[in-house]
């Protein structure tokens, strides 16, 4: 069995798409990671030092409540795992997504969108809160085609 999850967290729907793409790819099921109290445009202000992103981002110990949680995971083995990079690194909320779930055996697929920066230290960050395997990350432009997703994911299957 080979069966796979996109899941993703995105605040302002450009992660959305790739993921939907993403999972068109793939074959793949598509789950999304929402937090608990939205975020309002005026919580994304990354220029405002009090905003409620930059507040979480500048604690790399804050974990944003997420609803819900993916009741299968046991039956997925790949799991891909969006987000925007925020501060060259994934939001805290997928910390909480992934440290919420048991992803032991699991191979783990880091994926982002970003303006321009690169994942920075994405991975480092992110591998505490992981027991799952990160066998990949690569960020993407939002306008990404479903044939580069598939040729990526082609790649990681060999």
């Known amino acids: 069995m080979n069966k796979k999850l996109v899941t993703y967290f995105s605040a302002s729907g450009a992660t959305a798409k790739l993921a939907e793409k993403l999972a068109n790819a793939v074959g793949a099921d598509l789950y999304e ?4 109290k939205a975020y309002a445009p005026e919580d994304l202000d990354w220029t405002n030092a009090k905003s409620r992103s930059s507040m ?16 299968n995971i046991g039956e997925y083995n790949v799991i891909y795992v969006g987000f925007p990079i ?3 690194v994934a939001p805290t909320i997928v910390n909480t997504f992934l440290e919420s779930h048991d992803l032991e055996n699991k191979k783990i697929v880091l994926f982002a969108t970003s303006g321009g920066s690169g994942m920075g ?8 809160s992981c027991n799952g395997k990160i066998i990949d990350a690569k960020r993407f432009s939002q306008s990404a085609s479903e044939k580069e997703l598939k040729d990526w994911s082609k790649k990681l299957e060999a």
């Open 33 to 36: 990671i929402k937090p608990e």
């Open 56 to 71: 979480e981002m500048n604690d790399k110990t804050f974990r944003p409540a997420v609803k819900g949680k993916v009741d």
């Open 86 to 88: 925020w501060w060259y």
């Open 121 to 128: 230290n994405t991975v480092a960050e992110l591998k505490d």
